[in-house]
């Protein structure tokens, strides 16, 4: 919040607790003063980046002292919440910005709906006339409003017509709140968060929040009743509803005198007095049930902080986001909204997304992002052609991305790449021999190896060396990766399970030694190729090896599948398909994978990177 928003959030909690009973309330005097220290205040159109990838900016809202939007971005999508705001150009407040960028969501209230307002001097005109009309004919004017906003406003104006009306001063504007009179000090010393107006009648030494005829009423026992028996006077009293406390007391008081009058000047929520006493009934019911006669005039003359529907449509159509969501409004209010908006775009040949969310319920958008990487280093050298692939390591900071190769890593962000090799020593009650028996049959093909010692080394898929390093101790190497992490677990999780296996117990059971097969041979691979021949014989029929002109010289054969009246042709070296039909060679694709997946062990399919059928 801003700094003018942080000060006012003390002394409205404060007042909160004062009116509130004990039991009622919702945190203690000890909670406010903690929250104190944990506002952080931050000033309109500064950037705050609370953590990587989020941040937000402030902007004027128009609708209090402090009150700002926000455009808060998260990973580059923008959000725009306006909170309460007002367009409007009143005699202290900076009316409500529309931010520079267009955000892709826009969360704005919808307190007035479709109802257009009165604005500018037409609005303080009607007041003054009023006001003037009432105290004339030696009546009371209660306006019932909020200790903040509204009230600095009219307190403005009517200070100002009693100025330039000499027959009034003796009438005297009184304003009854003391949390009013406490913020009006803020108001006092927060002269930089306010208007042009302001701010140059304050640079020539006219304060314009030190009434010449406005006075704070002392708040004495009785003070009520003396007012509405004495002589005329305007009297501004909080609440704005009219539900308890001063404005009710005084509204119950000046009710039955015709001369009197009250002027609602802001919205009221349906079913509180403020609304129930504009449709004019013949009487009220007083605090403890008491009917009494309304004789005094009421008016509304709104001077809501609050949009109208044309300031709304304007500001909402300015950010022109993908997505509008309505909320602060009653649902109706909300529905009719929504409805004149749709119905304004699509006049004006335009779609948008309106949402009028209930209280809780849950709203999901989706979104489409493109992002763009800039390739440099080694990846720019060459300019790439129509359907290469590029490859290298993708790099993000502050929403830029650049690709480059690993052996740029260094050079282009400062950042340096190394590799961890993981060593584990594992106990191991059984010979060696058996233990590749077993890998053997969960990997399928183990390599082997003499290290720089001379010792022999097992090697799992290309990634994991095992050495015996004493009679009873196996240790494996390998360099850390997720994959290879997840073939070294597998790798310890087998040698440790070895000594219990029921297929060890068999296998040394029998005099003959384990035997191992070693570097596979041309035939090895022949052999492969007719496994996957016969896969495929099963599903198609007819498979024929075939070593012609399609095939790769020094490469394994081709295969070539005759369906019905279809020929399909698979290069048994890249598993790439060929057919005339889309249909049938995805079908091919998709058993040939199953064939693979089937006929290859583990390792052949990890270590050798075999590949799956090209689309």
């Known amino acids: 919040m801003t700094r003018p928003t942080k000060i006012l959030h003390k002394y409205m909690m404060q007042d909160y607790l004062r009116t509130s009973a004990s039991t009622d309330a919702l945190f203690t005097s000890e909670d406010v003063s903690a929250s104190l220290s944990s506002i952080i205040a931050v000033s309109v159109h500064e950037r705050i980046s609370p953590c990587a990838g989020v941040s937000f900016v402030p902007y004027h809202a128009g609708h209090v002292l402090g009150a700002c939007m926000f455009l808060v971005d998260i990973a580059g999508l923008k959000i725009l919440y306006t909170g309460d705001y007002s367009r409007a150009e009143d005699r202290h407040l900076v009316r409500a910005e529309v931010p520079p ?29 009023l006001v003037h009309t009432i105290v004339s004919r030696g009546g009371h004017v209660l306006l019932p409003v909020f200790a903040l906003g509204t009230v600095q406003e009219l307190l403005l104006v009517l200070d100002a017509y009693w100025t330039d009306h000499p027959e009034l001063h003796d009438v005297p504007i009184y304003y009854a709140s003391s949390l009013a009179r406490k913020c009006m000090a803020v108001y006092q010393t927060q002269i930089h968060a306010m208007n042009e107006n302001i701010r140059s009648r304050f640079a020539r030494r006219d304060s314009p929040f030190v009434f010449k005829h406005v006075t704070s009423i002392s708040r004495t026992r009785g003070w009520e009743r003396k007012l509405a028996e004495g002589p005329p006077c305007v009297i501004l009293a909080t609440p704005a509803f009219m539900q308890v406390g001063a404005s009710r007391e005084l509204l119950e008081l000046l009710a039955p005198d015709p001369r009197n009058g009250v002027i609602i ?17 013949e009487e009220i019911s007083s605090s403890n049930g008491t009917p009494i006669p309304l004789k005094l005039s009421v008016d509304y003359i709104p001077f809501s902080a609050h949009v109208d529907y044309s300031q709304n449509a304007e500001f909402i159509e300015l950010v022109d986001a993908d997505h509008v969501v309505l909320v602060h409004g009653e649902q109706n209010t909300m529905n009719r909204l929504c409805t004149a908006m749709k119905a304004r775009y699509k006049n004006r040949g335009k779609d948008i997304d309106i949402h009028t969310p209930r209280n809780l319920e849950e709203l999901e958008l989706t979104f489409s992002r493109q992002y763009v990487a800039k390739a440099v280093g080694a990846l720019a050298a060459r300019y790439p052609k129509e359907g290469d692939a590029i490859s290298g390591l993708l790099f993000s900071k502050n929403s830029t991305r650049i690709l480059l190769d690993p052996q740029d890593l260094h050079p282009f962000t400062g950042l340096s790449a190394c590799a961890t090799r993981q060593r584990q020593s594992i106990a191991v009650a059984t010979g060696g021999d058996l233990v590749r028996w077993h890998l053997e049959g969960m990997f399928g093909t183990v390599s082997e190896k003499l290290d720089r010692d001379g010792r022999l080394t097992l090697r799992i898929m290309d990634v994991v060396d095992i050495k015996h390093t004493s009679e009873h101790e196996m240790t494996l190497e390998w360099e850390s990766s997720p994959s290879n992490d997840m073939i070294a677990d597998s790798t310890i999780a087998l040698i440790a399970s070895v000594d219990q296996s029921p297929a060890s117990l068999q296998l040394t059971a029998l005099s003959t030694p384990c035997a191992h097969p070693h570097a596979k041979t041309p035939d090895d691979w022949c052999l492969q190729i007719r496994r996957v021949v016969w896969f495929l014989e099963a599903h198609f029929g007819q498979v024929t090896l075939d070593a012609g002109a399609n095939a790769e010289q020094g490469a394994v054969p081709g295969l070539t599948i005759r369906c019905d009246e279809a020929v399909i042709y698979i290069d048994a070296n890249r598993v790439a398909v060929v057919c005339v039909s889309e249909m049938l060679k995805h079908r091919v694709e998709a058993v040939v994978d199953m064939a693979i997946s089937t006929t290859y062990s583990l390792a052949d399919l990890f270590a050798t990177s075999v590949p799956v059928p090209a689309s």
Do not use: C, N, W, Y
């Open 101 to 129: 960028v267009r955000p892709d969501v826009l969360i704005v209230e919808s307190t007035f709906g479709v109802q257009t307002l009165e604005h500018g001097q037409d609005k303080e005109r009607r007041l003054t006339d």
């Open 265 to 281: 000047t802001g919205f009221s929520v349906e079913g509180t007095m403020a609304r129930d006493i504009q449709t004019e009934p």
